[in-house]
T-cell receptor, first 116, second 115 residues
Framework: GAGVSQSPSNKVTEKGKDVELRCDPI?????LYWYRQSLGQGLEFLIY????????KSGLPSDRFSAERTGGSVSTLTIQRTQQEDSAVYLC??????????????FGEGSRLTVL | GENVEQHPSTLSVQEGDSAVIKCTYS??????FPWYKQELGKRPQLIID?????GEKKDQRIAVTLNKTAKHFSLHITETQPEDSAVYFC??????????????FGQGTELSVKP
């Protein structure tokens, strides 16, 4: 597609429920990232996928968070047993493979998660 | 790991004035420093970046300077316009040996340009 696409754009859930957030990166981009942006805060790195390599999960805040990337394209971020502190905007971004993973992050519009 | 501090958190200027936002970093091996602009309700977008082999880079009304000795870099916006109003984030690599997309972001500066 023309840009990074994320869904849903807004998600309201109850504490303790599981949620799935989806990201469809720019076609041909091999590097995919998930970031979290809490209200009035900067962006916090969560996880990184590069091609078929094992993902870098070093930014995931707890074992309730997981992500996968199927077929080197679409990625899903899953948050289990959601807590109120998980409320944030979850941003997905990709970088073109030709750049070797260095360069402009193309962000999606984000998924705003509210945990009641 | 890297640590990035950004100042000020808010900045208000009159249209036509200049705006300067400063960031410091901790890892002297860091080699890539991007700046992202995020308008209200929008996605962050790269506006300019600089690599450690140069001290300054300009793009029209925007410039970034880098002082490797002091480990700080700054964003300069000249002749500010109301459409420059946004939150600006500086960033540095989480590790200088990792891919440039894994970044540590500053806390952001909310710039308001008053007509």
């Amino acid at each position: 597609g023309a840009g990074v696409s994320q869904s849903p754009s807004n998600k309201v859930t109850e504490k303790g429920k599981d949620v799935e957030l989806r990201c469809d990166p720019i076609s041909g981009h091999t590097a995919l990232y998930w970031y979290r942006q809490s209200l009035g805060q900067g962006l916090e790195f969560l996880i990184y996928f590069q091609g078929n390599s094992a993902p870098d999960k070093s930014g995931l805040p707890s074992d309730r968070f997981s992500a996968e990337r199927t077929g080197g394209s679409v990625s899903t971020l899953t948050i289990q047993r959601t807590q109120q502190e998980d409320s944030a905007v979850y941003l997905c971004a990709s970088i073109g493979g030709g750049s070797g993973g260095v360069g402009e992050l193309f962000f999606g519009e984000g998924s705003r998660l509210t945990v009641l | 790991g890297e640590n990035v501090e950004q100042h000020p958190s808010t900045l208000s200027v009159q249209e036509g004035d200049s705006a300067v936002i400063k960031c410091t970093y901790s890892d002297s091996a860091s080699n890539y420093f991007p700046w992202y602009k995020q308008e209200l309700g929008k996605r962050p977008q790269l506006i300019i970046d600089i690599r450690s082999n140069v001290g300054e880079k300009k793009d029209q009304r925007i410039a970034v300077t880098l002082n490797k000795t002091a480990k700080h870099f700054s964003l300069h916006i000249t002749e500010t316009q109301p459409e420059d109003s946004a939150v600006y984030f500086c960033a540095a690599p989480r590790s200088p040996y990792n891919q440039g997309g894994k970044l540590i972001f500053g806390q952001g500066t909310e710039l308001s340009v008053k007509p």
